[in-house]
């Protein structure tokens, strides 16, 4: 059974850093692109950042320059690390995996795309 456990969301001020982690099991991490995606309060849902088995990366542009996504293989985890944080970064945040990776979906979770995570609340004010 595919799981993948999410944790490190909160509140925070802007200017303020979170760092999110993601551990999976049930499947082989090492072959498997991961990532993130986020629900907006506005139920739009965006891909914000995903790195490939072979270590490249993507990013919104949104969040270019102010988040790093990097995976440790020998905990099976990745990581969102989101720094100068802004309003506009409140959003619940999905870990995904096996996925079909589409810029914007009209709404998130989909299991229909790939594995998703829990989801962790992301709340930054102003």
């Known amino acids: 059974e595919v799981q993948l456990v999410e944790s490190g969301g909160g509140s925070v001020q802007a200017g303020g850093s979170l760092r999110l982690s993601c551990t999976a099991s049930g499947f082989t991490f090492d072959d498997s692109d991961m990532g993130w995606y986020r629900r907006t309060p506005r139920n739009e849902c965006e891909l914000v950042s995903t790195i490939s088995s072979d270590g490249s990366t993507f990013y919104a542009d949104s969040v270019k320059g102010r988040f790093t996504v990097t995976q440790d293989s020998v905990k099976n985890t990745v990581y969102l690390q989101m720094n100068s944080l802004k309003p506009e970064d409140t959003a619940v945040y999905y870990c995904?995996?096996?996925?079909?990776?589409?810029?914007?979906?009209?709404?998130?979770?989909?299991?229909?795309?790939?594995?998703w995570g829990q989801g962790t609340q992301v709340t930054v004010s102003s």
């Open positions: 995904a995996a096996e996925m079909v990776w589409i810029g914007m979906l009209t709404s998130c979770p989909r299991p229909e795309f790939g594995y």
